[in-house]
């Protein structure tokens, strides 16, 4: 089965198709261990260039840098829409936007540096956090986890609708306990806010139970905590060994659609038919 709205590349497109795309050819990984070192080196210099005084101090050496890493973002993301076999495709994916949202704050703040516009350019310099999102696509485990979260999803809501009722009903009885007795629990929703915090384990100490009933009770919401944050994590864990029983999971993208979690033996894309 093919996809008739596919483009038909050049053998130059082929070529850098297969270097970028391909992460199982030598071109392709090497291509993808540059962008990974890339990638690793503009969030070291964003997370250096938000403190003041080395920013202060090396602001030349950020600004070139980050133009020099902005250049090599565009020039990437220029590239795979000129190899694509559907770049409207890439374009709109996930990791299209991301790579369009690494790039564009350096522009906007070139075109659009003005007094007016500095507090807004500012805000949406932030967006190159945006950059380590990137390194999702080169790592199989992060992969795995995408997909075992995506399959156990239901359950989770499931669980987590639970884990508001029980907050709902713990937070009320609280504050039927204590509100008499000026130890904070002033309101349902504040109590509410208190069975949350002392659920998670979190326990700021703002609001606490004085009396022997609610800190009894208290005590139970407690030990329940540690097993509510266990359930989570044992669900997901299921769904990651049942794929790895499964089969591993493709690194690269499919070079016609752009979907991912393909099988490691398929032929064909189970998204758009495409062979592969």
């Not at 369009?100 to 500012?122: Q, S």
């Not at 995408?146 to 399959?151: D, H, M, Q, S």
């Not at 349902?188 to 606490?208: K, N």
Request: proline residues 3%; charged residues 15%; glycine residues 4%.
């Amino acid at each position: 089965m093919t996809d008739k709205r596919r483009r038909t590349l050049s053998p130059l497109q082929e070529k850098w198709h297969q270097i970028i795309f391909e992460a199982e050819t030598p071109a392709g990984r090497a291509f993808d261990i540059v962008l990974l070192s890339l990638i690793l080196l503009s969030v070291v210099v964003i997370m250096l260039e938000s403190v003041d005084s080395i920013r202060s101090r090396y602001h030349t050496v950020f600004v070139t840098l980050e133009w020099i890493f902005t250049v090599m973002f565009t020039l990437e993301y220029l590239f795979r829409i000129y190899c694509s076999y559907r770049p409207k495709a890439y374009i709109f994916s996930f990791y299209g936007l991301i790579d369009l949202l690494c790039i564009l704050p350096n522009y906007l703040e070139f075109f659009f540096g003005g007094a007016h516009f500095l507090l807004v350019i500012r805000a949406l310099r932030l967006l190159r956090v945006f950059r380590v999102f990137k390194l999702v696509q080169f790592v199989n485990e992060s992969q795995q986890l995408l997909f075992a979260l995506r399959a156990s999803r239901r359950k989770i809501s499931v669980f987590l609708f639970f884990i508001l009722l029980l907050t709902v009903i713990m937070g009320t009885i609280m504050y039927v306990v204590e509100s008499s007795y000026n130890s904070g629990f002033t309101s349902i929703p504040v109590s509410v806010y208190w069975a949350v915090v002392t659920l998670t384990t979190v326990g700021y100490g703002d609001i606490a139970p004085v009396t022997p009933l609610g800190q009894a009770i208290s005590a139970v919401i407690m030990i329940m905590g540690y097993a509510i944050i266990a359930v989570p994590t044992g669900i997901v864990t299921v769904e990651m060994n049942r794929l790895q029983h499964a089969g591993d999971i493709k690194l690269q993208v499919c070079p016609h659609c752009m979907k991912e979690s393909l099988d490691a033996d398929a032929v064909y894309c189970k998204h758009c038919g495409s062979k592969l």
